[in-house]
Nanobody, 115 residues
Framework: QVQLVESGGGLVQPGGSLRLSCAASGSMFSTYVMGWYRQGPGNQRELIARITSGSITNYADSVKGRFTISRDNAKKMVSLQMNSLKSEDTAVYYC?????????WGQGTQVTVSS
């Protein structure tokens, strides 16, 4: 089993940056595909970035070129560097660990982009 705890959310002005972190506990972290999702007001939860166990990354078009996902298997951590933030990036951001049809979610962290 894997427990996930996100941190790093907050209020930032448009054009600013934030770095989200997701700390994992449990075994075999390096074998999980890790993803960052977000759910804005009135929207469905959407996948915005994922990184495989081999550190192959994929991004949603809405964040490509602005967000960067990375992982540190030794620290059992996955991060999301968010640059050039826009008001439409306002959402609760969730970390997810997936492997073989089993998945775990964190509790989420709020990101608000506003002047």
């Amino acid at each position: 089993q894997v427990q996930l705890v996100e941190s790093g959310g907050g209020l930032v002005q448009p054009g600013g940056s934030l770095r989200l972190s997701c700390a994992a506990s449990g075994s075999m972290f390096s074998t999980y595909v890790m993803g960052w999702y977000r759910q804005g007001p009135g929207n469905q939860r959407e996948l915005i970035a994922r990184i495989t166990s081999g550190s192959i990354t994929n991004y949603a078009d809405s964040v490509k070129g602005r967000f960067t996902i990375s992982r540190d298997n030794a620290k059992k951590m996955v991060s999301l560097q968010m640059n050039s933030l826009k008001s439409e990036d306002t959402a609760v951001y969730y970390c997810k660990a997936s492997r073989g049809g089993i998945y775990y979610w964190g509790q989420g962290t709020q990101v608000t982009v506003s002047s």
